[in-house]
T-cell receptor
Framework: SAVISQKPSRDICQRGTSLTIQCQVD?????MFWYRQQPGQSLTLIAT?????????ESGFVIDKFPISRPNLTFSTLTVSNMSPEDSSIYLC???????????FGSGTRLTVV | TQLLEQSPQFLSIQEGENLTVYCNSS?????LQWYRQEPGEGPVLLVT?????EVKKLKRLTFQFGDARKDSSLHITAAQPGDTGLYLC??????????FGSGTKLNVKP
């Protein structure tokens, strides 16, 4: 299965600023996704990162707040824009060659907005 | 609201005990996966089930997919402290995008 490097692993940011999280996969994957997770709780899907086209967002998430790039089959970024304390969470990227065989996850980015 | 409900939400048991975690939904899934997550790490895939009624065993873990493909269970035999973690089920409608269950926090005390 693919190996994902996600960075930064954690950051403390001022409200009103933006943070870009990077996700690098060691092999080409067809699907990449971004999730948000409160510590010890379940994962909420933010969006599907589509290669060469605009990301597909889930209900409650919008492109202006969470712009996503996916320039190729091994890399994606998620930006958390105009941050507020409510954006404090763990952000995870995941990838799969084919969904049937399960996702591989990055180790997550723990974001604290102050 | 959560598409997939897991129960129990929390479970604290002694080493050597058996336990079962349930994952229920009103939706039919094309496939269902179970993950285990430790603090500071991403979830790690344990198993994928795709056929209604399917049972898979992974050492002391037994996974079952309901006949109607709406529910699943994870049974751990003789739990060990190393089994401690957050267990998550995840279901997909078209083998692509997975939605995660509400999670079960397991603590196995030595």
């Amino acid at each position: 299965s693919a190996v994902i490097s996600q960075k930064p692993s954690r950051d403390i940011c001022q409200r009103g600023t933006s943070l870009t999280i990077q996700c690098q996969v060691d092999s080409q994957v067809t699907m990449m996704f971004w999730y948000r997770q409160q510590p010890g709780q379940s994962l909420t899907l933010i969006a599907t990162a589509n290669q060469g086209s605009e990301a597909t967002y889930e209900s409650g998430f919008v492109i202006d707040k969470f712009p996503i790039s996916r320039p190729n089959l091994t890399f994606s970024t998620l930006t958390v824009s105009n941050m507020s304390p409510e954006d404090s969470s763990i952000y995870l990227c995941s990838a799969a060659a084919r969904g049937l065989y399960g996702y591989t996850f990055g180790s997550g980015t723990r974001l604290t907005v102050v | 609201t959560q598409l997939l409900e897991q129960s129990p939400q929390f479970l604290s048991i002694q080493e050597g005990e058996n336990l079962t975690v349930y994952c229920n939904s009103s939706s039919v899934f094309s496939s269902l996966q179970w993950y285990r997550q430790e603090p500071g790490e991403g979830p790690v895939l344990l198993v994928t089930v795709v056929t209604g009624g399917e049972v898979k065993k992974l050492k002391r873990l037994t996974f079952q997919f309901g006949d109607a493909r709406k529910d699943s269970s994870l049974h751990i035999t003789a739990a060990q402290p190393g089994d401690t973690g957050l267990y998550l089920c995840a279901g997909a409608h078209n083998f692509n995008k997975f939605y995660f269950g509400s999670g079960t926090k397991l603590n196995v005390k030595p």
